[in-house]
């Protein structure tokens, strides 16, 4: 069939409960592929800078190996590089979506058969969450009416969320199983030295700072390419350039958890 009515495809990759990966994160992908710079990619597909970083950024946390490989540099463009777990999953997306096309293509034409009516189908849900991190649960410890549920996210790091016991019951949680973590970004503090309290104590480094009138985006690289974003005053952030050491520190009562 051909014409303006026709039925098209369009994929999106779910992997969380929040997470999404459609055709214009995987375009970018491919533009830092083929450019080597992820403002260069930015640029190319009329993304801002941030919102081009943000996506790396979202891209990394959701998958269990970075997909690209950030450089110093920022928005002056520092070089970026697509790692093999990146082309595979650009790979399997142009499969998918070629798979997924020529299936529709099939239905439509079956369909508009049987009911001589056009097939008009509107698919995709946009989600955000400023911290997702994907990981798996490796210890769940009652206490009275709350559970503390620890969260591996990878090379060791974990996060502690407190929940009440009947929400890790209609979660389903289980150790061994998946789950994402949810962290506004206010609720991430960060601190120069080690931290003396009993509260989750990220080790990591300062990757990128946005500065506002009263306030400061500040990104911390963790382990695995994996980030957190944290929100913070101006006063605070003042020290914290790019390359600097830093431990994020969330209250485990500030986690929040989803399934799949």
């Known amino acids: 069939m051909s014409g303006a009515g026709d039925l098209s495809a369009s994929l999106i990759l779910r992997r969380g409960a929040l997470a999404r990966v459609g055709l214009e994160r ?3 992908v491919e533009a830092v592929t083929e ?3 992820i403002s260069a990619a930015a640029k190319r597909l009329d993304l801002s800078y941030k919102g081009a970083w943000d996506a790396v950024q979202a891209l990394n946390n ?4 970075p997909l690209i490989a950030a450089g110093a540099g920022g928005r ?3 070089g970026a590089q697509v790692t093999p777990r990146g082309h595979a999953v650009v790979k399997a997306f ?8 020529a299936a529709l293509s099939r239905l439509e034409a079956g369909l508009a058969a049987e009911t001589g009516e056009d097939l008009f189908w509107s698919l995709g849900l946009r989600t955000s969450a400023r911290n997702a991190l994907r990981g798996t649960v490796v210890a769940l410890t009652p206490s009275g009416v709350t559970v503390e549920v620890r969260l591996a996210i990878g090379e060791g790091v974990e996060i502690a969320s407190i929940i009440t016991r009947r929400s890790a019951e209609e979660l389903g949680l289980a150790v061994g199983g998946p789950a994402v973590a949810l962290i506004k970004s206010s609720f991430v503090r960060l601190a120069v030295g080690p ?3 009993d509260d989750n104590a990220l080790a990591g480094q300062v990757l990128d700072r ?3 009138e009263t306030a400061s985006e500040v990104v911390v690289g963790l382990a695995e390419g994996k980030t957190l974003v944290a929100t913070v005053a101006s006063a605070v952030a003042a020290g914290l350039a790019p390359g600097v050491s830093v431990h994020a520190v969330i209250a485990p009562s500030d986690v929040i958890l989803a399934v799949d």
Not at 62 to 65: C, I, K, P
Not at 94 to 101: Q, T
Request: charged share 35%; aromatic share 4%; glycine share 18%.
């Open 35 to 37: 450019l080597g710079s």
């Open 94 to 101: 142009r499969d998918m979506e070629r798979e997924v096309g």
């Open 26 to 28: 995987i375009a970018l």
């Open 210 to 212: 946005e500065d506002g």
């Open 195 to 197: 931290p003396t309290d």
């Open 62 to 65: 959701l998958f269990d190996a």
């Open 76 to 78: 002056s463009g520092g």
